[in-house]
């Protein structure tokens, strides 16, 4: 019988010596091998997994895109040895600076999603998609959008002094068509129910006053119990409205100078777009977004604080 070779003995008969078996084994056996035993240990993490779908419903890698025109992503994610648990999408421009336009928790092995953003005034973006696991362990894919530099700024509808009253109002309609400043009650805004984006209600949140906007379609469900109404309705749009200007409050001014679309598109953050904007008090400009990606905004002139009471303001929208 072939004798093995004495060194190849000797360290497998020593197999403590680690770096040193596998380094010397590599004079005497096939490279396959040694590249087998550099393989990942069973049960040794890795990273999750994300694409960006293709296709025509999606925006490809190096469009051009007018400033309000849709960017459409479609993530696919899937976690390897744990489940994802965020999801964060940024956009990132040639000086470095960051912009984070969706921020989103979760505990799943895997997810589909489909996405519109909307292109803003920033000549170029890097849209950078970043999954994480429970581990810790990240995954990243990413695209590049260009501005269109024939962009021009769009015009808007302007409609002063609006008034819609609370679910016990009586003498105001409850329903808005922000598109057209037409204000209905239930029942005729269950005939216009595909252009309905704007609800107001009042309720007392931890005993404070809070005049409300909202929307048909708000998100769990808590707005049919001012109308119930809504309970049989087959279309339910959903309007975003950006609760950061809390904290970072829109002048009065700017509103009032606002005459295109300019204004509208820099003022909404979708990473802050919640379902609906509480403490509407008088001096507020809100930022919204309807389900078909119109931007708006709304100056509050009055708010009564009874559920009897009424919402007094001036509304802004693309066109």
């Known amino acids: 019988m072939k004798k093995i070779p004495r060194p190849i003995l000797s360290i497998l008969h020593d197999k403590k010596r680690g770096n040193v078996f596998i380094l010397l084994m590599a004079f005497f056996l096939p490279?396959?091998?040694?590249?087998?035993?550099?393989c990942?240990?069973?049960?040794?993490?890795?990273?999750?997994l994300v694409l960006l779908k293709t296709g025509s419903s999606y925006t490809p890698d190096r469009s051009i895109v007018a400033v309000g025109g849709a960017i459409r992503l479609g993530i696919e994610a899937t976690g390897m040895n744990a489940n994802i648990?965020?999801?964060?999408?940024?956009?990132?421009?040639?000086?470095g600076t960051v912009k984070v336009v969706l921020d989103s928790g979760m505990n799943v092995m895997g997810f589909s999603l489909d996405r519109t953003f909307f292109q803003?005034?920033?000549?170029?973006?890097?849209?950078?998609?970043?999954?994480?696991?429970?581990?810790r362990l990240f995954a990243t894919t990413a695209i590049t959008i260009f501005k269109d530099p024939?962009?021009?700024?769009?015009?808007?509808?302007?409609?002063?002094?609006?008034?819609m009253g609370y679910q016990d109002n009586t003498a105001y309609g409850h329903y808005l068509d922000p598109a057209t400043g037409k204000c209905y009650f239930a029942d005729t805004a269950s005939l216009n129910q595909s252009s309905i984006d704007v609800v107001a209600y009042y309720f007392n949140d931890d005993n404070l006053?809070?005049?409300t906007f909202s929307s048909p379609g708000e998100q769990g469900g808590a707005i049919t119990a001012y109308y119930p109404e809504l309970s049989t309705w087959t279309t339910l749009r959903y309007t975003k409205w950006d609760v950061s200007v809390?904290?970072?409050?829109?002048?009065?001014?700017?509103?009032?100078?606002?005459?295109?679309?300019?204004?509208?598109?820099?003022?909404?953050?979708?990473?802050?777009?919640?379902?609906?904007?509480?403490?509407?008090?008088?001096?507020?400009?809100?930022?919204?977004?309807?389900?078909?990606?119109?931007r708006g905004l709304i100056k509050v002139i009055s708010a009564d604080h009874t559920t009897s009471g009424k919402i007094v303001f001036d509304l802004k929208i693309q066109q």
């Not at 490279?31 to 550099?38: A, E, R």
């Not at 990942?40 to 999750?48: C, F, I, L, N, W």
């Not at 648990?85 to 000086?95: A, F, G, R, S, Y």
Request: aromatic share 10%.
């Open 40 to 48: 990942q240990k069973e049960g040794d993490s890795q990273p999750p």
């Open 120 to 135: 803003s005034v920033e000549p170029e973006a890097r849209w950078t998609v970043q999954v994480m696991d429970k581990n």
């Open 246 to 294: 809390d904290g970072d409050p829109i002048p009065v001014s700017v509103f009032d100078a606002c005459h295109n679309d300019s204004t509208l598109i820099v003022s909404y953050d979708d990473v802050w777009g919640k379902r609906k904007f509480k403490y509407a008090d008088a001096g507020k400009v809100i930022p919204f977004m309807t389900a078909t990606g119109k």
């Open 85 to 95: 648990t965020n999801l964060v999408v940024k956009k990132i421009m040639p000086d």
């Open 150 to 163: 024939n962009s021009t700024w769009g015009g808007i509808f302007e409609y002063a002094g609006l008034t």
């Open 209 to 211: 006053p809070s005049p």
């Open 31 to 38: 490279l396959s091998f040694v590249t087998l035993s550099g």
